[in-house]
């Protein structure tokens, strides 16, 4: 059970717990070991000469409208609400505070909200024509998604490790393409047993099934799956993206002969493949394969 897995983390002190479902603390353990993955995915993408970009766990309110999550995935994503109240509505708050009343409906939403994809915030500055041959960049960032579980491979707060190519439709499949054969490849070296396998995302309500009916049908996303540990079943860890011109539409984007731009994304999920090393080669790192350690530790 994914409950038990949970157990043993949390037991191990490598996750602890926080008291919300999908909330963890991580030891410096199991950081090491996303910093080896962060370190190997980025020696993977050498040949890439990408711009590296960081971006913090928010990003601005017109970002998520215009990139279209809201209306996708409104189940998934959150706001960031503040106070802007004086004194009256301050008494009023440490009053429902004191009372155990609804003292977050007093907040006003701000104008940023929380990161639900490590690429959102880098299209924005990518408005306007861009260079021949396109352009990459190399990004990390810090997500929320809405979803509380036990299952500790589907976490609130997590981070993404992305390649992004934005240019004309030819190179953005084979951007896609390559990501989708290369992940396998550097995940699979990890002596983990991994799968490529055509998916979609989870698109909301009934439009959001023909969403992802056509995503499947177009073989627009691909996922490569493992399990975490040996009781689960398997999970995506890594995905390669196909979007069409969404993003150039949504952020005015052009390719350099001035047609709307076609973007691609790998993305590669650090705690989730955190997760997987741990269920197949055990929760003591220094136990693991020396392959898998030199890999990850050169």
């Known amino acids: 059970m994914t409950t038990d897995f949970r157990s043993e983390l949390l037991a191990s002190g490598l996750l602890v717990d926080t008291g919300v479902d999908g909330l963890y603390g991580r030891s410096g353990t199991f950081e090491k070991v996303v910093r080896g993955v962060d370190d190997l995915v980025t020696s993977a993408g050498t040949d890439q000469r990408a711009s590296v970009l960081h971006f913090p766990a928010v990003i601005a309110r017109h970002v998520l409208e215009r990139s279209g999550y ?19 509505l301050h008494a009023e708050l440490l009053e429902r505070l ?16 929380l990161c639900s994809a490590a690429c959102h915030p880098l299209y924005p500055s990518c408005s306007g024509r861009l260079p021949a041959g396109g ?8 997500c929320f998604r809405h979803e509380p579980s036990l299952d500790p ?44 396998v055509i998916a979609n995302d989870p698109f ?15 073989t627009l996303k691909y996922e ?36 709307v731009a076609h973007t691609a994304c790998v993305g590669f999920g650090v705690e989730r493949i955190t997760l997987a ?22």
């Open 204 to 218: 909301f309500g009934r439009a959001g099934q023909m969403l992802a009916s056509s995503q499947r049908a177009e």
């Open 224 to 259: 490569i799956v493992c399990v975490t540990n040996p009781d689960s079943q398997p999970t995506a860890i890594s995905s390669s993206n196909y979007h069409l011109d969404h993003f150039g539409i949504g952020f005015k984007i052009e390719s350099a002969n001035g047609d």
């Open 135 to 142: 352009h990459r960049f190399e990004v990390f960032g810090h």
């Open 98 to 113: 004191a009372r155990g009343g609804n003292w977050a409906g007093l907040l006003t939403p701000s104008d940023v909200a």
């Open 277 to 298: 090393l741990l269920g197949t080669h055990g929760l003591d790192p220094g136990t693991w394969p020396s392959g898998v350690r030199s890999r990850l530790w050169p």
């Open 153 to 196: 491979a589907r976490m609130q707060a997590f981070r993404m490790h992305e390649f992004v190519y934005l240019g004309d439709p030819d190179g953005a499949v084979a951007h896609r393409d390559l990501w989708l054969e290369r992940s396998a490849d550097l995940l699979s070296g990890l002596g983990l047993a991994v799968d490529a």
């Open 70 to 88: 809201l209306r996708s995935f409104p189940d998934l994503l959150g706001s960031v609400s503040v106070f802007e109240g004086g004194d009256d």
